[in-house]
């Protein structure tokens, strides 16, 4: 009789100083790896003049850090139950270093697919879900002001490191580059030294035990013994594997297979209307390219005011709206906002749509975690956005593709962006459904509901 851990619950530390410590650690994580990711964008156009790639060629670059980002998701799942938080961001920071560090020298977009791409995205993939999966095991009272600060980090570094990238281009070259963001990257291995877990715990308490047993039948024929205790130990290994992964997450709670519905569709439609912003106000032609390369930047204020007013919605909003609804009710105008741009054709209405869809998408990411840990509970947030970020991932994939196949059919982006805005509906939709299930489901058991933001 074998003994396997259930990592439902874990014991919390309650808002201490050192919480708040961790908080500004997972700051600075985000603050370094979604400024990069932005930066790569910079990057990429120094490598293809470069090497005088074609931009679909070189964009893989891009494309396969995004993916190796949020796919390898479970993988760092199961990496912080076996090494602990700490060690799996110091993993996830040297992997990302030992890539930019390795670009330097690459004679090929080949080898930058390898460095930047693969190595950079899964070094970023095993910090982010412990940067932000962590948060909740230690505060707990003004939470949701935790979450503010560490996504404050990203909004920070989308407006700051573009710059800093370009700056250092333009005195040492691409490759000269590459080795400064090396080194500056390092830094992350301070912050990675808070990453401890309460009481010393590796990984997240064991209060309870599953019992997994092999099968045990008597029988004359000792052949079919061994048959069937061989099945029995590829069963019980089975379930090894996936308790480790937490996959019991879509069979005991249905509501985080709708959040993942959620996240694929967000993935369809987000990820393309920040990557089709600027091409689309080029299209448009609705100003100088100065003016228009402010547009990201008014689109990263907007993104950066939002996160930080979130905790303000928290304390002042109504008491009838609860955290799943906003988050569904974010989504619902951020579609909005993406249909209704197809009026936006002046400078000033652009930008005002540009930074409307980064105010919502701040509002948005930054409830999520409060969302999970209302869902599943503060324990269950690392595993809950490990297996939820492949299904954004594939929605990030194949968005920009079909949207970009809708202008080439019709020459027009509006129907792009018609595509996204649907596509972040249909994702808002799911989750104001999810809340009016969870709503009534209360009503049947106690009578009445009490629909507070927390």
Known sequence: MAEVPDHGTITRQGNGFYGWLVAIASHICYLFVFGMMTATGVLVVAIQQSFDYS???????????????????????????KIGF???????TLAAIVGMFLSAFANSVEFLYFSHGTLVGFGYGLVTPVALGIVP??????????????????GIGNLMFPHVMQSLIDYYGWRGASIVFAAIHANMLIPAALFKAPNGQRGR???????????????????????????????????????????????KHPMFIAYTVSRFFDGLGFSGSVMHLIARARELRIG??????????????????????????????????????????????????????????????YTVFAFSLGFLSGIFYTLLAQVLKDMLGPAMVTAAVSLSSPFEAIGGLIGPPCAGALFDLTGDYNYSF???????????????????????????????TVPTLQ
């Open 205 to 251: 308490t064991v209060p309870k035990t599953e019992k997994i047993t092999t099968v045990e039948l008597e029988s004359d024929s000792e052949s079919e013994n061994e048959t069937k205790g061989r099945r029995s130990s590829t069963f019980s290994d089975l379930r090894k594997i996936l308790t480790l992964c937490d996959c019991s997450l879509f069979v």
């Open 86 to 92: 700490r060690m799996t961001v110091v993993i996830g």
């Open 288 to 349: 100088t390219d100065k003016e228009i390369a402010t547009v990201a930047s008014v689109f990263a204020i907007g993104g950066l005011l939002g996160k930080m007013s979130v905790p303000l919605f928290v304390k002042f909003s109504c008491k009838c709206l609860t955290t799943l609804r906003l988050f569904g009710l974010t989504y619902l105008m951020a579609g909005a906002a993406d249909i209704l741009s197809a009026v936006s054709t002046t400078y000033v209405l």
């Open 55 to 81: 931009s679909a060629r070189v964009s893989w670059i891009i494309s396969l850090q995004f993916l190796f980002q949020l796919t390898i998701g479970p993988v760092t799942n199961v990496i912080v139950k």
């Open 137 to 154: 095991l230690y505060i707990n009272h003004n939470f949701v002001v935790a979450i503010a600060i560490v996504q404050t980090g990203s």
């Open 418 to 448: 018609y595509f996204y805005g649907a596509s972040l509906l249909i994702s808002g939709s799911v989750l104001l459904i999810c809340d009016l299930f969870k709503r009534r489901r209360q009503v049947g058991r106690t009578g009445y």
